[in-house]
């Protein structure tokens, strides 16, 4: 199954993984940076989990595939 | 084999294609040597994936005082002052822009929907009460940015007119330098009374926020900061309101596919990737480093083409049409790396917004002159229309 980890450190607060995936990423109220809503998304989602990794501009998303 | 080093000014591609010799070098030489005006040697990058790897590398400095620019009689520039974080590196870049991203968030922005409705309308009921022919961008495309980011920081109406009259001449067509310098020493001093004017009496918005953060922000700082927000506000969005809807007058069949509710996200990710209004930007080497297998030296400026990335068939199928219902996730238009534009989701709302309110507004709306007769923005830093007549049908 898919596992999303977000590195807050390396987060610039874009906001592409929130406007990419809502259903997976928000952003905080105070900095704007990367709040994971589902860490184990559903496989339907799964493609815009990898999308949201792939345009994040600060490489700070990735996921896992685990069986 | 030695090649010359490409040389500014770039040819033109046309007015809705990237340069000439960029679009031809990208395939075979995703990076190149060129020679900016001052004289320097450094490197131009074509390819989207190499100017997204440029981009993330810190090895790639953005600090304003290193680099060369493709603007000739650019002089050497002195480094950013405090708060100017857009020409600055982590940790001092990052300290500024973390004060100010919570502000520009997706879920915050789209809070704006209904205030930038407003506003076009009311711009939109101003052009109709004119009635044709009118200038798009002296009627709407301009003016509802500049609104929106006004309201946004806090910029009272008083203040407001007299920035807006010095904003426009900062981007007028045949302003002298020492003109627009003397329109931004204007702007400058507006917002530094305006600064005093928050911390006396702090309201509900962002330089407020600012004047009042914990961060302890001087005057100095808060004034470059709010001319940062308040010029990347304004020229970004109105050159994309601009450019955009006179591409999409040459290609009325995708009219529908932006007034479409369901397809208008997307839509204008395809705007924005077949027309950034940025050129490029610059990025200077603090260390030798090797690029698609060139070396590249300390000190030598990198500039990357974001119009030529957004062009390339590694990422997008039939780069060259613009085509609204075309999957357009990727385009760099708003950069890559900590760098990434803060105000792309204000952008976003704010485009989301204007495009369709004008079109359903005026479904007659037609280029008033002959496409070659707009005047383009091919000599200003952010590319764009400087007038775009327009008229529609009236009933009468």
């Known amino acids: 199954m898919t ?7 390396l987060c610039v607060s874009a906001g592409m993984c929130a ?6 990423f928000d952003q905080d109220d105070d900095e704007g940076r990367v709040v994971v809503l589902d860490a184990r998304p559903s496989a339907d989602l799964r493609e815009g989990a990898l999308e949201a990794a792939r345009l994040c501009p600060a490489a700070a998303l990735t996921v896992h595939e685990e069986p | 084999m030695t090649t010359e080093p490409l040389t500014f000014p770039l040819t033109s591609g046309g007015t809705f294609s990237p340069p000439k010799e960029l679009m031809a070098m990208r395939g075979e030489r995703p990076i190149a040597r060129v020679r900016y005006p001052d004289g320097k040697l450094g490197w131009m990058v074509t ?3 190499t100017i997204r790897e440029v981009l993330a590398n810190p090895v790639f400095s953005a600090r304003q005082e290193l680099r060369s620019t493709p603007f000739s009689g650019a002089g050497p520039t002195p480094p950013a002052p405090p708060g100017m974080f857009i020409g600055m590196d982590p940790p001092d870049h990052t300290h500024y822009r973390r004060l100010l991203t919570g502000q ?36 709407y495309a301009s003016p509802i940015p500049a609104m929106v980011i006004c309201e946004l920081l806090g910029v009272p109406q008083d203040y407001r007119t007299r ?7 900062m981007s007028r067509r045949d302003a002298t330098p020492e003109e627009r ?11 530094g009374e305006l600064v005093g004017r928050k911390r006396v009496e702090p309201t509900d918005d962002l330089l407020s926020g600012l004047v009042t953060d914990d961060a302890g922000l001087t005057d100095e700082e808060l004034t470059n900061l709010a001319f940062m927000l308040l010029g990347a506000g304004l020229d970004t969005t109105a050159n994309s309101l601009g450019l955009g809807t ?16 369901e397809t208008v996200d997307n839509a204008v990710e395809e705007l924005l990737r077949f027309l950034p209004v940025v050129p490029g930007t610059v990025r200077t080497a603090l260390a030798d480093v090797e690029v698609e297998g060139v070396q590249v030296r300390a000190g030598e400026s990198v500039m990357v083409s974001l119009p030529t990335a957004n062009r390339d068939p590694e990422r997008f199928t039939d780069p060259d049409a613009l085509d609204l219902a075309r999957p357009a996730a990727g385009h760099v238009a708003f950069g890559h790396g900590v760098h990434q534009c803060l105000g792309q989701q204000l952008a976003r709302v704010e485009l989301r917004v204007a495009f369709p309110a004008l079109f359903r507004r005026f479904p007659s709306l037609r280029l008033a002159v002959p496409p070659a007769e707009v005047p383009l923005r091919d000599d200003m830093i952010m590319y764009g229309v400087h007038e775009l007549p327009v008229a529609w049908d009236t009933e009468s």
């Open chain 1, 3 to 9: 596992r999303i980890e977000a590195d807050r450190e």
């Open chain 1, 19 to 24: 406007l990419t995936a809502p259903e997976i």
């Open chain 2, 47 to 49: 390819r989207r994936a």
């Open chain 2, 104 to 139: 520009f968030t997706v879920r915050r922005m789209r809070l704006l929907t209904e205030r930038v409705e407003e506003i076009a309308e009311e711009h939109l009921d101003r052009m109709a009460a004119a009635g044709p022919p009118v200038d798009l961008v002296r009627a």
């Open chain 2, 163 to 169: 920035f807006e009259r010095e904003a426009a001449e």
């Open chain 2, 181 to 191: 310098q003397h329109a931004m020493v204007g702007i400058f001093s507006y917002l």
């Open chain 2, 246 to 261: 006179f591409a999409l007058l040459c290609h009325p069949e995708q009219i529908p596919v932006i007034t479409n509710p």
